[in-house]
C-alpha cells in the first residue's frame, strides 16, 4: 500500500509562484510513473507534467515554460514548481504514482490563481 501527501496549494496573484509536494510513504518499489495532473470545475482532469525514474521529464503544452517537474529519491518526494502562474490554472492539483500495476492518487491540493 502506498499514501501519498501533498501540500503547498494555495492563493496567488497572476505573475506569482507556487510549489507543490507530493510526499510518499508505504511500499515503494518499481515505480512505472511519477506526474502530476490538475482538474479544474467543470473539466476533465489533464496531465501536467511527468517525470521518468531516469529523469526525464514531460509537460503540457499550457505549462511548458512556466512549471518544472522534480523528484528528491531520498525523500521519496516529488515537486511542481510553477512559476508565472496565470488564472487559467486554477485548479485542483493531483500527484500520481504507480507502482507495479497499481496506480495511487494524491488527496489533491487547490491552486487558485487570482487576476
Known amino acids: 500500500q502506498v499514501q501519498l501527501v501533498e501540500s503547498g496549494g494555495g492563493l496567488v496573484q497572476a505573475g506569482g509562484s507556487l510549489r507543490l509536494s507530493c510526499a510518499a510513504s508505504?511500499?515503494?518499489?518499481?515505480?512505472?510513473?511519477m506526474g502530476w495532473f490538475r482538474q479544474a470545475p467543470g473539466r476533465q482532469r489533464e496531465l501536467v507534467a511527468q517525470?521518468?525514474?531516469?529523469?526525464?521529464?514531460n509537460y503540457a503544452d499550457s505549462v511548458e515554460g512556466r512549471f518544472t517537474i522534480s523528484r528528491d529519491n531520498a525523500k521519496n518526494t516529488m515537486y511542481l514548481q510553477m512559476n508565472s502562474l496565470k488564472p487559467e490554472d486554477t485548479a485542483v492539483y493531483y500527484c500520481?504514482?504507480?507502482?507495479?500495476?497499481?496506480?495511487?492518487w494524491g488527496q489533491g491540493t487547490q491552486v487558485t490563481v487570482s487576476s
Open positions: 500520481r504514482i504507480v507502482v507495479g500495476k497499481y496506480g495511487y
Open positions: 508505504g511500499s515503494i518499489f518499481s515505480i512505472n510513473f
Open positions: 517525470i521518468t525514474s531516469g529523469g526525464s521529464t
